[in-house]
């Protein structure tokens, strides 16, 4: 990272203008904002078969000139595809090979590595002041949660400078627009994702530098921003009020109308629901938010997306990983030597904690459930997001022995750990399975008693990555681990890169080199 003093000096005081005031310049325009009619009919006609080809492209003239330049011409089909790559640069990625899964992984490191951005004019990217790593394929920016899983395969292969400047980026984020984007594209800034930054955090070089604290206060300052409405509401931003009073969270999205990256999709999901667009259109987003876009855990009916209610339901998972940050900031406040600030998030935490025991716990069923806010009981969705609670250290034994249970009678596949039962045909569910949710299993596992369970989890997954690498030379974002092959569904073809798959196998080699594919066999005696 260059002047590194500098850019912490900087840092910190934009950390403190953020939090001592509010933010008052306008946020940068996204694509269907700067391109309007051009975004509608390239998006609309599907001239890219993956909708967030056109939001990534960067233009090589002034927007406001293409856009003239579109109004005067009006072409369709193949002619307004021929003038969206006579107007723009269009992505697109190639990615390394190397013969063994391992050196193919620490080979994938510099190909998915990026250096400090300054996006040039009418580009949907955000600037960023350090190096990154992206995910791989479609995904050409940085995104929140995948980084996590991608941090714990740069910490085994010893890449400690990636990890921190990815830390200085997101921090950067969060002193500029208040809370860390799904990823960093203007079109990203009405939503987060699943908030990982504590856990990050301890990854750090130097995890207790002031400036990390400060990051993560405004970090739970945004997840909490509509605690005062939700009380008297019920459900206010991200906050919803549980049937006693106490505060839990969801998942949300604060900009309307279909997203710029899924645009036809989105539409065409409205104009199938026969429900109000806009509401439509907001629980698509907040399901954007919660990272598993889609998932039965969001829909009335598992098989009809146009039925999605993501607003309606009070995550396990989120809710987890915010008492995780609050424990977080009271022991670091502590360390501080701010009592009061220690005593405030200790008891935050505590009330949660009990919230989930009370609302998200089933003892009867063994197992953490979200809850739904429309039926006022707990869904019957069993997923991988049962394990949460167990991975953040926030289920205590009896809770812990009962989810291992469950998860071995029906959460474990022949390839893998499922993401639910249901066949719902999202990407979100059975037969999927994926690298962040193993690492949460197994981790969670691992630490309440239940190593064997949890090596077990990754012997099979190791197996499963290591079959498809095998067939097709690549990483890829998902696996289907019924028949331990490449996984399907969703909204865009299956990508290979793939950033957290690499992170969480390096991980798990780290942990068990003994599981590696490609290790020598000791000769028999």
Known sequence: MRRPVHFAVALAALLCMAQAAPRTAAPPLSPQQIYGPLF??????????????FVDAVPKDDPAV?????????????????????????PGSQAPQAQGLRDHIRALWPHLTRPALEPPAGSSALALPAPYVVP????REIYYWDSYFTMLGLKADGQQPLIDSMLADFESLIARYGFIPNGTRTYYLGRSQPPFLALMVDLASQPDDPRHLAALRAEHAFWMRGSEQAAGSGAALRVARMPDGALLNRYWDDRPGPRDESWAE????????????????????????????FSSRWLKDPRRLSTIRTTDIVPVDLNSLLWRLETSIAGRCAAAGDQ????????????????IDRWLWQPTAGRYADWDRRTQKATGILSAATLFPLFVGLADQRQADAVAR??????LGQGGLRTSLIASGQQWDSPNGWAPLQWVAIDGLARTGHAALAR?????????????FRETGKMLEKYDVEQRKPGGGGEY???????????????????????????PVAPAR
């Open 40 to 53: 509608e009919a390239v998006q609309g006609q599907r001239i890219f078969p993956d909708g967030k080809t």
């Open 66 to 90: 293409i856009v003239e330049a579109y109004r005067q011409a009006r072409p369709q089909g193949q002619a307004l595809r021929d003038f969206v790559l006579r107007h723009f640069s269009v």
């Open 136 to 139: 791989g394929g479609r995904f």
């Open 266 to 293: 989105d539409v065409a999901t409205a104009r199938d629901s026969n429900r109000d667009k806009a509401e439509v259109y907001r629980h698509l987003r907040a399901g954007a938010e919660s990272g598993w876009d």
């Open 340 to 355: 009061a600030c220690a005593r405030r998030f200790d008891s935050l935490a505590q009330a949660r904690k009990a919230a």
């Open 406 to 411: 469950l998860t071995e009678a029906q959460l």
């Open 456 to 468: 077990e989890i990754a012997r099979r997954w190791i197996g499963t990555v290591t079959a498809a």
């Open 493 to 519: 073809p299956l990508q290979d890169g793939f950033g957290w798959t690499n992170g969480v196998t390096a991980a798990l080699l780290d942990r068990w080199p003994d599981l590696d594919p490609d290790a």
